[in-house]
């Protein structure tokens, strides 16, 4: 519990530099799926970053003043409910097992929040997260509020605690980065297992069925998001999810899929041809968002800014648009006519990568936050930040565009840790040249 320990006074160290206060955090709630039937629970990110608890119906408060503390509010036993959810810490073994200062039951949070709050000059909390939380707290500042004529004063200044917190979970930990590392080499797995299991006359949910197996049979508690597989013209859709189409002789087959372990995330992207063997279109737009991939990787390291990658990789795929005759020179112009006026953006749709951490999308402005004026530069990479890397091609059947491409589409993702001298792909064990993949299907 040391890692949570220190980044709860991390935490508590930025408060006391703008003056110090009082910090709530809730975890998520659960959510029910039907009648008696709740949705899979997952905790909160920010309460599990914090703390490394995952009980429902828990709240962390940090006081940062001259005591400061650390308290956790949580579920009190109940061997009745015990019989039927499992087991519950209950607030004192909580509060020894995870570090806490102190730990009161969660129905104790009316009576003691008040306290808590009186006389702390700031509040930090994310305001419209939790609507009924936010009400709650709206009840504690009425109630100190109401204790002026004792002379007790109410914080007078609200700071969005997320702010703070995703600048800490935008540079990761060695303990994150080997919890990533883990889930990046299951999921690897599960993308060579899918490429070996397919055939044609399969259905896209047979291929997903294998990713989930060796998700699970890894320890992956879930899978990180809903995976996509997509083949034929469904892989033109991105974020396709219906995964019951038939795959057939000759398709390319795009899975995006990835495992969540000990609440990180990985997301790997591969394309391949069902029968385990490109044709020469699919071949020579394979070849060519790979080279897009290569050269944003290449952008990806110290100093450099976030869009960087991006920026190579709409390059390289602008001019393979324009070799290929996806794009018609005399139409659209030089390279520096497609890139200006985002005529690639016909087969290339979105940016390059995101951040990746405990969510798939992960937390962390993708702009400098310092400049206070203007534009503001994309944000500078530094070691420790984990994204991924994900150009693609989408070709939909429209006149003028050659019938040889039509209803192909294709992406290649990988999740790459910045270190002090590049980046490491974490998710190189993905077969993805087109040998390797040929190869690896070959029954």
Not at 82 to 98: L, N, Q, S
Not at 272 to 279: E, H, I, L, M
């Amino acid at each position: 519990m040391k890692s949570y320990a220190a980044r709860r006074a991390a935490l508590m160290k930025q408060m006391q530099e703008k003056g110090g206060g009082i910090a709530i955090l809730p975890t998520s709630p659960e959510v029910m799926r039907n009648r008696d039937s709740d949705y899979p629970y997952r905790h909160d990110s920010y309460f599990y970053y914090l703390s490394g608890f995952d009980e429902p119906e828990a709240v962390i408060v940090l006081v940062a003043g001259e005591k400061s503390q650390a308290i956790l509010f949580c579920r009190e036993k109940n061997p009745e409910r015990e019989i039927w959810d499992g087991y519950r810490h209950g607030p004192e073994a909580a509060r020894e097992a995870f570090g806490f200062d102190a730990a009161y039951p969660i129905s104790a949070l009316d009576t003691e929040m008040p306290k808590l709050m009186a006389n702390a000059s700031a509040l930090f909390y994310a305001l419209g997260s939790d609507r009924k939380l936010d009400k709650q707290v709206q009840g504690w500042l009425q109630a100190v509020r109401m204790q002026s004529r004792a002379g007790v004063v109410a914080p007078s200044v609200v700071h969005d605690v997320h702010v703070l917190l995703d600048e800490m979970r935008l540079v990761k930990d060695a303990e994150e980065i080997a919890i990533m590392k883990r889930a990046a080499a299951i999921s690897a797995e599960a993308h060579r297992r899918a490429m070996q299991s397919c055939r044609a006359g399969l259905r896209e949910y047979h291929l997903e069925a294998e990713l989930l197996h060796e998700f699970r049979r890894n320890g992956s508690q879930y899978p990180a998001y809903g995976s996509i597989v997509a083949t034929g013209a469904n892989a033109c859709v991105l974020h396709y999810r219906a995964s019951d189409a038939e795959i057939k002789d000759g398709d390319l087959v795009l899975i995006d899929a990835g495992c969540e372990l000990d609440s990180y995330a990985s997301d790997i992207t591969r394309t391949f041809p069902a029968n385990g063997k490109f044709s020469g279109p699919q071949k020579a737009l394979y070849e060519l968002v790979l080279a897009a991939q290569s050269a944003a990787i290449a952008e990806t390291r110290p100093g450099k800014r976030f869009m960087d990658g991006h920026d190579a990789a709409v390059r390289v795929l602008a001019q393979g648009m324009l070799d290929t005759g996806l794009l018609d020179k005399d139409k659209v112009g030089s390279l520096e006519d497609v890139i200006e006026k985002g005529a690639y953006r016909q087969f290339y749709m979105h940016r390059t990568g995101h951040w990746l951490g405990m969510d798939v999308h992960d937390v962390g402005e993708y702009r400098e936050a310092s400049v206070l004026q203007g534009e503001k530069p994309w944000r500078v990479l530094q070691p420790g930040m984990m994204l991924t890397v994900e150009p693609g091609i989408y070709v939909r059947p429209e006149p003028g565009v050659p019938e040889h491409f039509w209803n192909i589409g294709i992406r290649i993702e990988d999740d790459a840790l910045v270190t002090e001298s590049g980046c490491e792909i974490i998710t190189a064990a993905a077969p993805k040249t087109v040998a390797d993949i040929e190869a690896v299907m070959k029954h």
